[in-house]
């Protein structure tokens, strides 16, 4: 298995005022010495987006911020955009509230890059704990850039050039009354993206197929398609490729949705996980 250059175990970057702390070689990071809070200056910003872009996932602890505070954070980083499929928050509707219990069983426990049925898939999202569990409810990344890496180079060149289609039902629909499917799809119709696709800023490849969305490689056989996509989707279960965060009270998650998969796990029922989103607009894959 092939794996990116591991880093130093924490840099302190020269143009701005934080540290980074690694939680593996190629994926996950603590960012150490910012307050949230706080209007951060642009040199900052910028260096908190290579961070972003080098390490898929970066991690903040102790941020006590406000709903405002944290749009705001997330405006530094682009355009926001609002889930088209999600009640949104009358006032606030940049805040995907993800809230589970006793009642309403977390949803979310499985391996997928959001949005990839959109034609042009988010960013990235930033998530705030707001209320946790006294143990459970981890959040799993996997680094999709590493998964792409570790293929042969016979799957390289066989993945070239190939699209793979998108569908919102495929993950969703179980959600949504049948009668309501037609309308949705007419709303949302199935997206066509690169099975590879290429990083806008950091120029890297990367496995971009979700066991969530994405339903058929286009122009191939359906056997050779699900026979295709099932070995390309469960690298993202390679714990090698993978980092893990337990949250704490104040603890902020910023990823780069473009290079990354997360996981939510379920395993705390019957308790309550409440997490808000912002979520930063993308471009369309390449
Ligand atoms: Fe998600």
Do not use: C
Request: no cysteine; glycine share 6%; net charge negative.
């Amino acid at each position: 298995m092939e794996t990116a250059q591991a880093q130093r175990p924490t840099t302190q970057d020269s143009a701005a005022s934080f540290t980074v702390e690694p939680q593996s070689p190629t994926i996950g990071a603590f960012i150490h010495g910012l307050d949230l809070s706080q209007t951060l200056d642009d040199a900052t910003i910028d260096a908190l987006r290579q961070a972003l872009v080098q390490w898929k996932v970066i991690f903040f602890r102790d941020q006590h911020i406000s709903t405002d505070e944290h749009i705001a954070f997330a405006q530094r980083f682009g355009e926001l955009e609002v889930h088209p499929l999600t009640p949104a928050d009358q006032d606030q509707p940049e805040i995907l509230r993800i809230a589970h219990n006793k009642d309403k069983r977390g949803t979310e426990n499985f391996w997928h890059s959001d949005v990839t049925w959109r034609p042009q898939p988010s960013l990235g999202s930033i998530l705030r704990a707001v209320k946790l569990p006294d143990v459970g409810g981890d959040t799993l990344w996997a680094d999709m850039e590493a998964a792409y890496q570790g293929l042969s180079d016979e799957l390289k060149e066989r993945l070239d050039g190939l699209q793979a289609q998108h569908s919102f039902l495929k993950g969703f629909g179980h959600l949504i009354p049948e009668e309501q499917h037609e309308g949705v799809l007419a709303k949302h119709p199935p997206q066509n993206h690169p099975v590879v696709r290429t990083h806008p800023e950091s120029g890297h490849k990367s496995l971009y197929v979700n066991i969530a969305f994405t339903t058929h490689i286009v122009d191939m056989d359906p056997k050779e398609s699900k026979a295709l996509l099932k070995d390309l989707m469960r690298t993202a279960s390679t714990p090698e490729y993978q980092v893990r965060l337990r949250w704490q009270p104040g603890t902020i998650a910023f990823w780069d949705n473009r290079s990354s998969q997360h996981y939510a796990a379920s395993d705390y029922w019957p308790h309550t996980r409440v997490m808000d989103r912002v979520t930063v607009a993308g471009e369309k894959p390449f």
